[in-house]
């Protein structure tokens, strides 16, 4: 490993007459940034700042060593899905937007793609109509900016869409069985891209979600299998 370059007196980007041009540090006001490393997720349920969905069942744990969030299924007509409870997060022409996660999918046994999933942010969901019934062949979100995939397949679709007219690029990668992957969508004010392991996979121009948006992760079943969505983070940063 290559030694860092050591800034002893600070770094700055803003100019010197700004009330925080003395602050030896970056400015913190010019973006709204969240990130969720799921080191204190309350399984409990007892932080409402979580919405957790469970139809017949499933469960959510957190794993080391980085705190990796977990939901798993168990059985054929089960889906969990995860979401913040309030959406505060909107896509603003000419203002950047960034999401990003590290996650994989890990079956319990059968076949891998016989499954479907949600991860990135959508409209928040009262119950658990993030896609139709197990096993799942469609989404049921209105609003979103996200990764899904669906049953029987394990496609990647890249969408984004606002009042249930979407626009998507349909297999734009895949994903393998225990796998980790990154996952990112870059809003540039006016289009968005995604990208999968930090390389480009496309772009969107149509459709962006402007109301507001939450994180969410989600899982259904296609099979009585115990497959798992895996989280070990995500980060959501708009420009102000």
Known sequence: MST???FLNGITNVAIDNPLGRLPYLDPTKWAIWFEDFLHYDIAQGDAAWILDVVNAGADAVVGPTGVLTLTLTGASDSIGLQQSNGVWQLTAGKKAIFKTRCKIVKGGGTIGQEGFVIGLTSVQTTTNFMDA???TARAFDDGWCFA???NTTDVIAMQGEADTYSTEVGCTTYADDTWMTLAIYWDGYKSIFYKDDVELCE???NPPTSVIS???FISAGEA???ALH???MFV????
């Open 4 to 6: 860092p370059r050591r």
């Open 134 to 136: 197990p096993p799942p």
């Open 149 to 151: 995939s669906y049953d």
């Open 204 to 206: 969107i121009t149509t």
């Open 215 to 217: 994180p969410v992760m």
């Open 225 to 227: 299998q115990t497959d």
């Open 231 to 233: 989280v070990d983070y």
């Open 237 to 240: 940063a708009i420009e102000r």
